[in-house]
């Protein structure tokens, strides 16, 4: 039996829609019981783009089991809003650090080069961009959205941009990066911290 929920989605989620679900208030049918999460990301919206799921005007976490006539409003992360609940997040405390997929590799030299913790590799599979990004919690940056709804991702962002600065600013804005800039302090080659060693400099490796 088919059953009917109500979507909206606010802010920039509406670049991951379809054009005729932006900025609109729109019907979504579904069959047998589905998680929230399961229906955001079937609409191509990351789980890791979400700051907050109100339902019905009551906060509900990903496992919420949607219900015919559910009215569901879907908030994206902003920079400042520090937003933290039911484990939505949007990046780990301590340090900002990223892990970048392959298609990003100028991205990777222009946050190195700003002084920013990047990993990045050509060679980078899927699975291992997840596993590292899970296990050293780094944010994973991609354009990739499939992979940015693996359940081990918990911290990533989907790039909209396919202009390497455009991309960068993108990512300053996300997470409010521009006062932690310290140029030059990171080698844009391997990502190892540089330090001054008889008026030059060399660098450590990571």
Do not use: W
Not at 116 to 127: I, V
Request: aromatic residues 10%.
């Amino acid at each position: 039996m088919k059953k009917l929920a109500t979507f909206r989605f606010l802010g920039d989620l509406n670049d991951l829609l379809s054009s005729h679900r932006k900025d609109v208030d729109f019907p979504y049918s579904f069959q047998g019981n589905q998680s929230i999460k399961h229906l955001i990301e079937s609409l191509g919206v990351p789980h890791t783009e979400v700051s907050r799921i109100l339902i019905n005007g009551k906060l509900v976490d990903f496992s919420y089991i949607v219900q015919d006539g559910d009215e569901v409003l879907v908030y994206p992360i902003t920079a400042h809003s520090g937003e933290s609940f039911m484990g939505l997040r949007d990046c780990p405390e301590g340090e900002i650090q990223f892990v970048l997929d392959n298609h990003l590799g100028r991205l990777a030299v222009y946050l190195r080069m700003l002084g920013f913790d990047t990993l990045y590799q050509n060679n980078y599979q899927d699975g291992e961009l997840a596993r590292v990004s899970n296990e050293q919690k780094r944010i994973l940056l991609t354009r990739d959205r499939r992979l940015l709804m693996r359940n081990s991702v918990h911290y990533g962002y989907c790039i909209r941009s396919k202009i390497p600065r455009q991309q960068l600013v993108e990512v300053l804005r996300r997470y409010d990066l521009y006062s932690k800039i310290v140029p030059f302090r990171r080698c844009i080659s391997c990502n190892g911290l540089l330090k001054p060693v008889n008026n030059c400099l060399l660098y450590t490796s990571p």
